[in-house]
């Protein structure tokens, strides 16, 4: 959606929904949704690729949706991951004629352009599983009380004036922009510690001292974990999900360092390479979350905060547009990569881990590591117990969420 009063307008109700303060009511489900992962990966660690990309759709599901589902074989989770393929098929340099720049573009006949049939077939998927999950939220309200994102949306639609279209467009954008992101994240972090294991030995140290092996970490020990948090800053450093950052396009005539940048322009905030400038960062290619601890910018000089705007992340991008899903997300990565670490112990296959952009990670506006060798063996049978009693104890929680 183009900038303008319609954006505004949803942009203002998306920051409602995903302030600080009402992720944070959020928690108990990216809690319990980890758990289901640990136990996941405890009794199918082969299935491990999935069980990421389950995890952060259902937490999506459960709080957009109150619903819930616990296998990525389950109709909504495929249906949701094809659709994405379906985007990014489309987004890939070539697969669609410049249309922005050469608007007649737009008229030709669809027998001439299969990009325009494809577009189609995408918004009929589209619509059918948006209008569906709407529907469905809509006769949850129906049948009795249930809290979630949409049912808020709804009771507030006289107020924001919302027809269902929007409605169900809103929903799916969560469902589509919190979904691979967050997956793809977290199998970075994997891939990372595959390659790195002196992260995996200091992140375990660094949740053993707070948790031992009694209970896995929880939301409580966030401010104890400098080190995980480090590792996500990190992570979204070395191998930002959207390398390129998404499109913008300039709405008034701009120069930029003695460069004309006429209305209309599309522009990228290149994440990849503001984060590895070898001037700002210390051997940007290695993966060091050390370089986050005592300096939350990462950077190799002290940021003066009250001077440069510098953010501590582009992989969320910047200025008006940029990422309000970025507090969901990273209460998401925090729980799982803390309790993933404390659980488990992870090593690739002793051949060489490939981590390269260009061999190791899918192509496209948004990218993902390939599937990588890799092995999740339970650091010892108490924190294999402890995960079967945890994932026990959340349940009855889980079950509320069922459609
Ligand atoms: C690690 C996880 C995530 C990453 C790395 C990420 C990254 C991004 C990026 C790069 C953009 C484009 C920003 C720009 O235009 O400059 C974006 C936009 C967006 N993201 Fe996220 N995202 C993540 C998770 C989420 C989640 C969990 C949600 C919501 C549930 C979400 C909702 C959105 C929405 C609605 C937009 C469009 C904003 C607009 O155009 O106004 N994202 N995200």
Redesign the pocket.
């Known amino acids: ?1 183009q900038y303008g009063n319609a ?1 505004r307008h949803q ?1 203002k109700t ?1 920051q409602g929904l ?1 302030n600080v303060t009402v992720v944070d009511t959020v928690m108990p489900i990216q809690n319990a949704e980890t758990l289901q992962t640990l136990h996941h990966l405890l009794t199918e660690p082969e299935g491990y690729y999935d069980h990421f990309r389950r995890y952060s759709t259902a937490v ?1 599901l459960a709080s957009v949706f109150g619903q819930r589902e616990d296998r990525f074989e389950s109709p909504k989770i495929r249906d949701l991951y094809d659709s994405l393929d379906h985007v990014t098929a489309l987004l890939e340099p070539g697969a669609t004629p410049p249309v922005d720049a050469f608007p007649f573009l737009r008229y030709l006949p669809g027998f001439m352009c299969s990009w325009k049939r494809e577009v189609k077939d995408l918004r009929k998927i589209q619509q059918s599983m948006y209008y569906g999950l709407l529907n469905e939220t809509k006769q949850k309200m129906q049948d009795g009380e249930t809290d979630c994102f949409m049912a808020r949306l709804i009771r507030q639609r006289e107020k924001n004036k919302f027809d269902d279209e929007q409605l169900a467009y809103l929903g799916g ?2 469902m589509e ?2 979904s691979d ?2 997956a793809s ?1 977290l199998l970075t972090f994997v891939l990372a510690l595959v390659k790195y294991p002196k992260v995996l030995e200091e992140a375990q140290r660094e949740v053993d001292l707070v948790c031992g092996s009694d209970k896995s970490p929880s939301m409580e020990d966030f401010d104890k974990l400098p080190y995980i948090s480090a590792c996500i800053s990190e992570v ?1 450093r070395w191998r ?3 390398p390129s ?2 499109p ?1 396009v300039v709405i008034q005539d701009d120069t930029y360092e003695g460069y004309f940048i006429p209305k209309g322009t599309i522009v990228f ?1 290149n994440a990849w390479a503001i984060q590895r400038d070898e001037h700002e960062y210390e051997k940007p290619d290695e993966f060091h979350p050390e370089r986050f601890l005592g300096n939350k910018f990462g950077t190799r000089y002290k940021v003066d905060e009250e001077k440069d705007f510098r953010r501590v992340t582009y ?5 008006r ?6 507090h ?2 990273q209460n ?2 925090m729980i799982s990569m803390a309790k993933l670490v404390w659980a488990f112990d992870i090593t690739g296959d002793g051949t060489e881990v490939d981590t390269d952009m260009a061999t190791a990670f899918t192509n496209g506006l948004v990218t993902a590591p390939h599937k990588f060798p890799v092995q999740f063996k339970p650091r010892s049978s108490e924190h294999a117990a402890v995960i079967e009693k945890e994932f026990e104890l959340v349940g009855p929680f889980l079950q509320g969420f069922k459609v």
């Open positions: 959606m954006w942009r998306v995903l999506i954008t969560f922009a919190g992101t967050t994240t979204l930002p999900i959207a950052g998404a913008h905030a992989a969320f991008g910047a200025g547009r940029v990422c309000p899903g970025q969901l997300a998401s990565l």
